[in-house]
């Protein structure tokens, strides 16, 4: 089998500590030579601001590509572009378009006056910027404010008629779901690749909101397993090892070619599970950095 290409998806520190596990995650995964890494998006000011930092630094100081997540939110569609731009300028060619979740303090998605209403209008914007590599969002459960399964797949497809390359899924933790939405896709003749998004579960609770938010389905097993494990951390390090390294093998086994790992920034349990499917560093690019 050959070897699958991953890719790894960060999210920006919210101070100077969290920065510096970041970056010790980044130089501990950079050796495996993943297809692409990407950077989270938030719609805050300094949230914002340190994605941008991010992304530059990972450009600047490794050997990495690096994507840059994009959202609609409080944003009207010049400041978005400007965004863009000055990615552009600092040498991103990739970036994950997403419409973005709504702000806390609101039941639903609103566009600001003058912003972009849906994904599908941000990736036509970013074509018309440069000629970005543009990557998208899937929902092999479908999206959870989607009127149906048949509307999310058509919301898919405008996207990627709009100009995306790509599709990364939502996290799923049942691979039935994600095999069954990759052939609806193949029926609707969509032929742009569809990666799935894999979350290993480092912390129970937290995924459990994640899935609340996204409609993913946390199968009744895996709570049984990690309400065992709440107060023993090397267990639930190990289980969560072997639980995300059997997802994996089995999706490839389907013939999956390419996995986009949540890494959370934990650099030592993404290095684990990629070990156990066979991603191993290159030892050019192993420079001892471990997290």
């Not at 000011?45 to 991010?54: F, K």
Request: aromatic share 8%.
């Amino acid at each position: 089998m050959n070897r699958p290409l991953v890719s790894f998806e960060f999210f920006p520190p919210k101070s100077d500590e969290m920065a510096a596990k970041l970056w010790q995650c980044v130089k501990r995964l950079e050796p495996l030579a993943p297809a692409f890494v990407s950077v989270t998006y938030g719609a805050g000011g300094s949230t914002r601001e340190r994605t941008h930092e991010t992304v530059r630094r990972i450009v600047q100081e490794t050997t990495l590509a690096c994507a840059a997540h994009l959202t609609c939110v409080a944003a009207t569609r010049e400041e978005v572009d400007n965004v863009a731009r000055d990615y552009w300028h600092s040498g991103i060619r990739h970036i994950v378009a997403l419409r973005g979740d709504p702000p806390e303090d609101t039941d639903r998605y609103r566009p600001v006056q003058g912003g972009y209403e849906h994904a599908s209008d941000l990736v036509s914007g970013l074509t018309q910027v440069g000629a970005f590599e543009i990557s998208v969002a899937a929902y092999p459960e479908v999206h959870p404010e989607a009127e149906s399964a048949e509307s999310d797949l058509e919301n898919l497809k405008r996207k990627l008629d709009a100009g995306a390359v790509r599709a990364i899924s939502q996290f799923f933790f049942d691979n039935a779901y994600f095999l069954r939405f990759r052939d609806r896709v193949a029926a609707a003749g969509i032929e742009v690749p569809i990666v799935p998004g894999i979350m290993p579960v480092t912390n129970f609770a937290r995924i459990t909101t994640f899935a609340g938010a996204c409609g993913a389905t946390i199968p009744d097993s895996l709570s049984a397993v990690f309400e065992k494990l709440e107060d023993d951390p090397d267990s639930r390090r190990s289980v969560a090892t072997e639980l995300a390294a059997a997802q994996c093998e089995e999706l490839l086994a389907a013939g999956v070619d390419g996995l986009h790992f949540y890494t959370l920034n934990r650099g030592d349990l993404t290095t684990a599970i990629c070990a156990r499917i066979g991603i191993v560093p290159d030892q050019k690019l192993d420079r001892g950095i471990s997290a």
